[in-house]
Nanobody, 115 residues
């Protein structure tokens, strides 16, 4: 079994920054990719950013240039640095692990951007 635990969410003013962390534990073998998704009230869950086993990254268009995904393999942790936050970034952010053994999700962490 694999567990993903997110942290780092909170309330921030527009233009501010937050860094989300996702610590993975358990039977972690053969990672295809890890990523961050978000779901705003009344909307579908959407991909924010992913990082592949080879280190390649992809971003949703609205966060390009503002968000950066990274990982620390030694700690089995993936990060999402979010800068220049906007009210429309408000959502629950979920960590996702795409492993050979299956797809796993964290419990989510709330990010609220408001003045």
């Amino acid at each position: 079994q694999v567990q993903l635990v997110e942290s780092g969410g909170g309330l921030v003013q527009p233009g501010g920054s937050l860094r989300l962390s996702c610590a993975a534990s358990g039977r972690i073998f053969s990672v295809n990719a890890m990523g961050w998704y978000r779901q705003a009230p009344g909307k579908q869950r959407e991909l924010v950013a992913i990082i592949t086993s080879g280190g390649g990254t992809e971003y949703e268009d609205s966060v390009k240039g503002r968000f950066t995904i990274s990982r620390d393999n030694a700690k089995n942790t993936v990060y999402l640095q979010m800068n220049s936050l906007k009210p429309e970034d408000t959502a629950v952010y979920y960590c996702n692990a795409n492993l050979v053994s299956g797809i796993y999700w964290g419990q989510g962490t709330q990010v609220t951007v408001s003045s």
